[in-house]
């Protein structure tokens, strides 16, 4: 198994603990925002440009998210 698959397994793992702990998906926004800040942390320890970058992946989230609201896929 690689370590992208490794990892997909264990976010999958972490969105059921998610589900088990808040059953409520609108719960669920305090996690995706801790989420989002250990990242944004790890970005900025990495350095100015990987944080920019981080900035960046925001903005194609805020799209990402729009484009789910509009389309109804990811």
Request: charged share 25%; glycine share 6%; net charge negative.
């Amino acid at each position: 198994m690689s370590s992208e698959d490794e990892l997909r397994e264990t976010l999958t793992q972490a969105a059921k603990q998610i589900l088990e702990t808040q059953s409520n998906p609108r719960a669920w926004q305090s996690w995706m925002v801790y989420l989002l800040g250990r990242l944004e942390e790890q970005a900025t320890n990495a350095g100015p440009a990987s944080r920019e970058s981080f900035v960046d992946m925001l903005a194609a989230l805020q799209d990402a998210l729009r484009n789910r609201q509009r389309t109804g896929g990811w």
